[in-house]
């Protein structure tokens, strides 16, 4: 059973990374529920865990871990759980992106793990040490090109040629919840454009048309410990 789940999760990581940039993705996450003593916490937490998947299984996929498993000491090592308070359950959204990790927890917070596509891309990138920028549009926002003409300059510069760029529709209340916590106003007329870095720190949020400077110029002040100009520091 141990060697099913290591070839399961094998498989799962391998097809996930290898698929990023298609859209072949299954669109589930993965919960991973990791254990060391079968005491009674773990199965405290193991019987919340088992409800939580059964009620919203069809969203997820989930395997349980134990880290004194030979097998899956590199999953162990890839996450850095080592000296983690077991057990512990990690979230994993289709492309990749950690969307949770808990000691403790409820099944609410197990059922908020699951992130809408851009809050998983938005993450990713984050998690990857990359800027992000967040191009918030739709074909009733105005400036939409004039926007996006500003950020394809700024990733063409090779000194930011690794930001991520990930455009949401406002109107999607599937990507409100993430929105909110950023502090952004979906109700938009004109383009929005927001700067995120790493570990996600809001450096500017321009509307309407938006220039390679005013990006450059975000990076730099907030290098230096400055306020953005021509945005509002987050």
């Known amino acids: 059973m141990r060697i099913l789940f290591s070839l399961i999760l094998s498989l799962w990581l391998t097809t996930t990374m290898s698929a990023q940039n298609s859209n072949t993705i299954e669109d589930k996450h993965l919960f991973i529920f990791f254990y060391k003593e079968v005491n009674e916490k773990t199965q405290s937490q193991e019987k919340v865990f088992d409800e939580a998947m059964q009620k919203i299984g069809l969203s997820t996929k989930f395997i349980k871990v134990n880290v004194k498993d030979q097998t899956q000491q590199a999953l162990i090592d890839k996450y850095n759980l080592k000296r983690t308070p077991m057990p512990f359950v990690l979230v994993i959204a289709p492309n990749g992106a950690i969307t949770g990790g808990y000691s403790t927890f409820t099944e609410e917070q197990l059922r908020n793990a699951i992130v809408s596509h851009g809050t998983a891309q938005?993450?990713?990138?984050?998690?990857?040490?990359?800027?992000?920028?967040?191009?918030?549009?739709?074909?009733?926002?105005?400036?939409?090109?004039?926007?996006?003409?500003?950020?394809?300059?700024?990733?063409?510069?090779?000194?930011?040629?690794?930001t991520e760029i990930v455009v949401?529709?406002?109107?999607?209340?599937?990507?409100?919840?993430?929105?909110?916590?950023?502090?952004?106003?979906?109700?938009?007329?004109?383009?929005?454009?927001?700067?995120?870095?790493?570990?996600?720190?809001?450096?500017?949020?321009?509307?309407?048309?938006?220039?390679?400077?005013?990006?450059?110029?975000?990076?730099?002040?907030?290098?230096?410990?400055?306020?953005?100009?021509?945005?509002?520091?987050?």
């Not at 938005?122 to 926007?147: F, P, R």
């Not at 290098?223 to 021509?230: F, M, Q, Y």
Request: proline content about 6%; charged content about 20%.
């Open 122 to 162: 938005i993450l990713k990138g984050l998690q990857d040490q990359k800027l992000v920028i967040l191009a918030l549009q739709n074909n009733k926002t105005k400036n939409n090109a004039a926007a996006m003409q500003g950020v394809s300059d700024f990733k063409a510069d090779p000194r930011f040629s690794t």
């Open 168 to 234: 949401i529709d406002p109107s999607d209340t599937r990507e409100h919840t993430f929105l909110k916590t950023l502090s952004l106003d979906t109700n938009i007329t004109q383009a929005q454009t927001v700067l995120i870095a790493p570990p996600a720190d809001v450096l500017g949020i321009y509307q309407g048309p938006t220039t390679k400077k005013q990006l450059v110029d975000s990076v730099q002040n907030a290098a230096s410990g400055e306020c953005c100009p021509g945005g509002k520091c987050g």
